[in-house]
């Protein structure tokens, strides 16, 4: 139950970088984003938490770093799909095994 509390936190965190992502598709001719820098984020390693090591920006996915909090170096991985319903996220990638993630996740 505790590490998936703290495989919560990561996903709150991503939060901000799912917003950014779609705000670069919609001003950007639907391109995503190559990394942190291009989707207007910090760094990937200042983009932290209590169980959060990084949130990384690539090619428009979002890659979820944990700390030995959760498991470290394991990742939850968001991959945007944009429709005229709007954006999907389809966070079943990564290595985090799936009883640690949210049901939507696995």
Excluded: H, M
Excluded at 20 to 49: Q, V, W
């Amino acid at each position: 139950y505790t590490k998936r509390t703290y495989v919560a936190e990561g996903l709150i965190i991503s939060d901000s970088a799912r917003v950014a992502i779609i705000d670069y598709y919609n001003s950007n001719n639907n391109a995503l984003p190559a990394d942190n820098s291009e989707a207007g984020l910090s760094a990937p390693g200042e983009l932290t938490g209590t169980s959060v090591k990084s949130i990384a920006v690539d090619d428009g996915d979002i890659i979820i770093t944990f700390n030995e909090k959760v498991i470290t170096d394991e990742t939850i991985k968001f991959e945007p799909s944009f429709s005229d319903q709007g954006v999907q996220w389809d966070c079943t990638g990564g290595t985090l095994l799936n009883v640690y993630r949210p049901a939507r996740c696995r």
